[in-house]
């Protein structure tokens, strides 16, 4: 029972949850403390992949995660560097997580948040994420697999972590090339070293546990293991605590800040990202991490992720307060049907499976 | 021997190419130093500055001050029929323009119009999302919040009367977007 209750995926999920409200209650955008896709459309703003100045800040959190997760692997010697597994599928599957993203409005973990903070709007997204993994999960174990994962070079796995220094030199230094919005969402932000200091405990944490939100639903389903699954709901109950404890709570599913009323697409767009993130290995959040770690696959889709920012924006394939827009609705099916596609691909014969 | 000079050989390649790359790193730190020197000689670079921000929404909030003085005038008046005639003349030639329709949802609601007052304000929103955002000067959620805090309750009356009334539906979807854009969040 005690040991139980020091599960480092609980206490991962617990310091996650009370993390987002803290940075939102700190600056951050209200129900937004972590938000994967919005800090990487922020990302793709500041660095000029779209021209929405609004959404352009080079959010602290994700260099973050990514140092803290790359420190943690290092100093526990669990930076193994793989890869060379399907890259492109993953890029393409990555900028198609966060087009599911745009169109609920939030990643998973933003998902959790609004859920905590009371906003109705998001129990649609949490069905349609739990049916996206479901059904990857059934996918999984009806041998859908991609390519192998193999070892590579030592150099490999520091590209990353490099690119998130380097993008912690730009937040300090400012280049004329790096944008910060000084109005709307841009604007909002908890200050600079705190977000650093939370993310960074949260990198660390996220994986020495392997936290992830879809992960938590698919071990549940598939083989009925729930220690991700506990991180998941401390995530929740930690966020809930909180946002009780600071006034953050606000029941209700009309009027919630960065929402919509398209139960059908918002259901569907997070179906897109659960499925999509079960054929890969993990929810936005979870393949930055990992791509701290020596992951290059999810490095790949990281960058998939950071163009699937910049588009979503630029192309408008995301939902506002009114909705979604037409190319963002089609978008999401699109995506779905990459991840249809993709799996009948890459289903081994039963005989295989065997 | 063969691996004896196979060893000297990668010796010799590690050392040129070590000594080269702290030449590079030694060179690019020195001219990445110098630049910041001379940026902050030179506070003009990069993002514009708040100041430089503020001076820009004040700029264009006297540009629609002229634009609209006459509206602005027969709204002290209190002759709201000519400021909405006068408004919507002006919008002909600048529909897109969200300082007239803030002032169009602001004279509507005077004249106790509240679904076109709404509308009005909803369209300036989109339009110029600054109207709800507390770091800007053009910030009008307050003045929002109490339109619709007094029209949600008529509205919803009114829905229960005339359910099929899609012009009444509209006005509350139009209440529901303005609130949660006032609401905040990473939009």
């Not at chain 1, 972590?34 to 959404?55: D, K, P, T």
Request: with cysteine; aromatic share 10%; charged share 15%.
């Amino acid at each position: 029972m005690f040991k139980s209750f020091f599960d480092v995926s609980i206490i991962t999920g617990a310091v996650l949850g009370a993390g987002c409200v803290v940075l939102s209650y700190l600056g951050n955008p209200v129900n937004s403390g972590i938000c994967l896709s919005c800090f990487l459309e922020n990302l793709a703003g500041a660095m000029q992949l779209h021209s929405h100045v609004r959404m352009s800040y080079l959010r602290p959190e994700l260099i973050g995660f990514v140092l803290g997760s790359f420190a943690m692997a290092t100093a526990t010697r669990r930076f193994q560097v793989t890869g060379g597994s399907s890259p492109i599928i993953r890029f393409f599957l990555g900028f198609f997580m966060i087009v599911g993203c745009a169109v609920f409005i939030g990643c998973p973990i933003k998902m959790i948040h609004r859920l905590a903070a009371g906003d109705l709007t998001a129990c649609a997204a949490l069905l349609g994420l739990m049916l996206g993994v479901w059904l990857g999960a059934r996918y999984i174990k009806a041998g859908v697999a991609l390519d192998r994962v193999r070892k590579l070079p030592k150099i490999n796995g520091y590209i990353f972590p490099l690119f998130a220094l380097n993008l912690l030199l730009f937040l300090f230094m400012k280049p004329a090339f790096i944008v910060f919005g000084q109005t709307g969402p841009a604007a909002l932000h908890a200050p600079v070293p705190i977000s650093l200091a939370v993310s960074f405990v949260i990198g660390c944490l996220a994986q020495r546990s392997g936290l992830c939100i879809t992960g938590g639903f698919r071990n549940l389903f598939l083989v009925r293991e729930g220690t991700l699954f506990k991180g998941v709901l401390a995530a929740f109950l930690g966020a809930l605590v909180l946002s009780l404890v600071l006034g953050q709570f606000h029941l209700g599913l009309n009027g919630q800040p960065a929402s919509h009323t398209s139960h059908l697409w918002t259901f569907l767009a997070m179906m897109l990202v659960g499925l999509a993130s079960v054929i890969i290995d993990g929810c936005p959040f979870r393949q930055v991490i990992k791509a701290g770690q020596g992951d290059v696959d999810s490095a790949v889709t990281c960058f998939g992720m950071l163009t699937g920012a910049a588009l979503v924006i630029g192309w408008s394939i995301r939902s506002t307060s009114a909705g979604p827009t037409f190319y963002g609705k089609i978008a999401v099916l699109a995506g779905l049907m990459a991840c249809v596609v993709l799996v009948m691909y890459y289903r081994r014969s039963p005989a295989a499976v065997r | 021997m063969a691996n004896h000079m196979e060893n000297e050989g990668v010796d010799w390649f590690f050392r040129v190419n070590t000594a080269v790359l702290i030449v590079l790193v030694a060179v690019t730190a020195g001219m990445i130093v110098q630049h910041e020197l001379e940026l902050k000689a030179d506070s003009s670079h990069g993002s514009p500055g708040i100041n430089t921000l503020q001076k820009r929404y004040e700029e264009q909030l006297a540009k629609k001050a002229w634009l609209y003085k006459d509206v602005l005038y027969l709204e002290k008046k209190g002759d709201f029929d000519q400021a909405v005639s006068k408004v919507l003349k002006i919008l002909k030639d600048h529909p897109d323009d969200a300082y007239g329709l803030v002032l169009l949802g602001r004279l509507y609601s005077q004249q106790g119009q509240i679904v076109k007052s709404v509308r009005s304000y909803r369209r300036a929103v989109e339009l110029d999302p600054d109207y709800v955002d507390k770091t800007t000067p053009l910030y009008i959620g307050d003045e929002i919040m109490k339109l619709i805090s007094s029209a949600r309750g008529k509205l919803n009356r009114e829905k229960k009367l005339k359910p099929e009334d899609k012009q009444i539906q509209t006005a509350i979807n139009d209440i529901y977007y303005l609130q949660r854009r006032i609401a905040g969040g990473c939009e």
